[in-house]
């Protein structure tokens, strides 16, 4: 079972004494003589763990320390007997460098370790198969520094781990109408914990006030930053990306932008802007981009409002689950968006002279269909929805976090969105609600998984503009949106949580608190008030 020909014909051929055994391959079978029938006798309750040939190193390390080995030297010594029972100086050297190499300890002990190894590998897969480490090739100040980062876990308990969760949160839009210039984030980073600003896992949101004629820099480590104007005109400026313009309603969108981007206001007017990065993404991944994923894009208001119109008057559209449209750029684009958006047509340094047939240098761009996602960058996704008056819009659900922007809800009230985690027993309504009403340029934030529909029971038009981290997700294919079916009409329900909703809140798990200037306050420091978020 010892494969001992393999043995033998290391130990006793090899073309000179001086060449170390473990250069040497093994020679052909031969018949068992008295040097075999030592090994045999050597280590009797070992030889059964090798049923399988082992590596040459290892054969090569049991055969130097059992096979007794001669202290004599002759003349001889660059040959072996044919009986095997001649060693010379030089076998003496090799079986020191083997066993320094090889075995620092006595065999005994690297064969029960073998033998706890052999116990754990695939399968039925033979021990001589398994590569292992032995003893002497571990650095133990290593692999104690190397070991002592990794975690094991018990499947069933920690699949689903206990995380914060994501709370229901209100951005009041009086930070912004008032006071000096300045950032107002949307900082939950204590309520999501993680230990830098956030208002989602994967988004960070703040207000931007830009005081007339006045203006103010902003620096993100993100690949995509939105603005959207919710009053004001100015313009942003950068090093990477130039003047770009901007009125109220319009939507700006920036890749990778490594240089401050200075935001200046009309001398006329005060701006607010809404402003939403990818930054949490990147700070927990610990990276910073390194290549524009899309180019700078705007999309403005008269594009939006047109194009909302447009369907609004589409056969079918008073059923739909949401009147509005996606905000998307070239890079999102695919086949499915033709029918709005056709394909981007190859371009020419020459513009309108080199489609009219002028020769222009240079090599026309190879048209490049985008992602396919359809969203407004590959991570961000953006919504505007109108909510017509005296109407109610279904609930959905969506496994992504919504940063809601209230662009316009009349001032006389009314107008609000009903959320929670389940459907009541008709499957069309949200059971035991929170509340969150609308108020123009506020922010309120819809949980992930969470069943939400908007209501406006005033006498004027609502509008909504969305963003969420829909981007990353709908690349992922983890989205998972899903509609309630539609209902012929709006069936009043309770504003007073109840039930399982109200024990959450009680619980800690749904949190609705007032975002301060700029500071979170702890949710048990806050008043919640259920009817409403603010």
Known sequence: PLNSHVIRAVVRTRPSPAQPLVDCP???????????????????????????????????????????????????DAHHGTDGSRFGTADKEAEGELLGRHQPAPFEEQLRV??????????????????????????????????????????????????KNIPVMFHPAEQHQSGPTRVIPFDLSKNIG??????????M????????????????????????????????????????PWAMGDMVVLPRCPSEVQHTSDASVDSALYWVTDEPLLRYLGVSPTEEIFKPTVIRREQ?????????????????????????????????????????????????????????????????????TLTLTPTLWSLLNVLPAHDHQQPHRHNSVALDLAVYAAPSGGVYTLMGPELDETGTRVKDPIRCDWATGAVFLTPPGWWHSHHNESDEKAWVLPMQDAGLFTYQRTLDIRFAPAMAEATPVAVQPKGAAADEIAAGKATVALNADGVVAEPSEVPVELETCG
């Open 114 to 163: 073998s033998k706890g190894i052999s116990k754990l590998r695939p399968g039925n897969m033979p021990i001589s198969e398994v590569p292992c480490q032995l003893a002497d090739e571990v650095n133990e100040a290593k692999e104690s520094s190397l070991c002592q980062e990794g975690r094991i876990y018990e499947y069933t308990s920690a699949a689903n781990p206990a995380m």
């Open 26 to 76: 093994g020679g052909p079978p031969t018949a068992p003589n008295a040097q075999q029938s030592k090994l045999n006798a050597c280590c009797p309750d070992a030889l059964p763990e090798f049923s399988e040939r082992l590596p040459l190193p290892e054969l090569v390390a049991f055969a130097c320390h059992h096979l007794p080995l001669s202290s004599k030297s002759s003349k001889n």
């Open 304 to 372: 939006m409002l047109r194009e909302v119109e447009r369907i609004s008057h589409e056969e079918g559209s008073e059923h739909r689950n949401r009147m509005g449209i996606l905000l998307g750029t070239r890079a999102t684009e695919g086949p499915s968006c033709a029918p709005y958006f056709p394909m981007r047509k190859p371009f020419s340094p020459g513009g309108a002279a080199a489609e009219a047939g002028a020769e222009v240098e240079g090599k026309a761009e190879e048209e490049v269909e985008g992602s396919g």
């Open 205 to 244: 949101a703040s207000f931007l006030r830009i005081c007339k004629g006045e203006q103010l820099g902003t620096t993100a480590r993100a690949t995509s930053q939105a603005f959207y104007v919710i009053t004001g005109k100015g313009c942003s400026q950068s090093e990477s990306h130039g003047s770009i």
């Open 194 to 203: 993680v230990p830098y600003p956030a208002s989602s896992p994967n988004l």
